[in-house]
């Protein structure tokens, strides 16, 4: 408990999923927490759960003037901003080469890294006024090895491990550690069909998560929301003082291959 204790925070896409559970830790651990989503109900209603621990504001990531104006909100509503969590997303579409467009893969490359990026660059000169400060970047084991995500969001992952490397390198000099989490196969909202995730893609990966049972990763379940935020709180708070540029597997091993069948 207390592990944030005084710390405030940004978390984009906090409305539901990974966001969501760590909404839920960091403000059982005491920080403060500014949401910034596009799910306006489901922000007044964390608003309303958290009553002066979580204030919301719509920022959709894709609008780097609203990125601009999440951060501006968090230090003009809570006084400050230590930490960002860069987690918002959706997934991506369409699964193969042979079907892209240039406009998928910008949606893609947009909401995805692009974000990031921008989420960092916004909430830079609020961290340096308050001397330093901790980000973790979502990213995926799409962004890892092929084959775990549909190309324009497995490659948009694979820049959001590199741009962690590259952030970390430039933002020491602050006082900024800028970490990265690789989440294997979660359950969430990101699995409900959307422009983003069209039916035929959810059938294809849910089929794919049964499979995890029994033997498909060496933990042989889906992870929880939870195991993702209790990843981001060690990057967030100073148990990880000298760590980063770090992009850590949550995934419960799917990265080393099925669960030995012996
Ligand atoms: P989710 O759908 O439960 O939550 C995503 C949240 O992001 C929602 O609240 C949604 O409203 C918000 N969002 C979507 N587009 C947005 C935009 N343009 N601007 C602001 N907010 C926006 O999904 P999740 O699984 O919790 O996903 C969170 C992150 O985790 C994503 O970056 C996703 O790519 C990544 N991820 C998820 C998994 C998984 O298995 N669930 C695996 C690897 C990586």
């Not at 799910?39 to 958290?50: I, K, M, P």
């Not at 930490?83 to 579409?93: R, T």
């Not at 933990?219 to 195991?227: C, H, R, S, T, V």
Request: proline share 4%.
């Amino acid at each position: 408990m207390d592990r944030l204790k005084n710390k405030i925070a940004v978390i984009t896409g906090g409305c539901s999923g990974i966001g969501l559970g760590t909404v839920e830790l960091f403000v059982r651990e005491g920080a403060r927490v500014m949401v910034g989503d596009i799910d306006d109900t489901a922000g007044a209603a964390l608003e309303a759960r958290f009553e002066g621990q979580v204030a919301y504001r719509h920022c959709d990531v894709m609008q780097e003037s609203q990125i601009e104006g999440l951060m501006a909100a968090c230090a003009e509503t809570f006084g400050g901003l230590d930490i960002l969590f860069n987690n918002a997303g959706a997934g991506g579409s369409p699964a193969r080469l042979e079907d892209m467009t240039g406009e998928a893969w910008d949606l893609s490359q947009n909401l995805l890294l692009r974000s990031v990026a921008l989420g960092m660059r916004y909430a830079l000169p609020h961290m340096k006024a308050r001397g330093g400060g901790a980000i973790v970047n979502t990213a995926s084991i799409a962004g890892t090895q092929a084959g775990a995500g549909p190309i324009a969001y497995s490659v948009a992952k694979a820049g959001v491990i590199h741009l962690t490397k590259v952030a970390a390198a430039e933002l020491a000099r602050d006082g900024v550690r800028v970490n990265a989490i690789c989440p294997g196969l979660i359950l969430t909202n990101i699995f409900t069909p959307s422009a983003m995730m069209p039916a035929g893609m959810v059938t294809m990966i849910k089929q794919g998560m049964a499979q995890t049972a029994p033997d498909a990763q060496p933990i042989a379940k889906p992870g929880l929301p939870e195991d993702i935020a209790n990843a981001c709180l060690f990057f967030a708070s100073e148990e990880s003082a000298f760590v980063t540029g770090v992009s850590m597997l949550v995934d419960g091993g799917m990265h080393v291959g099925p669960r030995n069948a012996w």
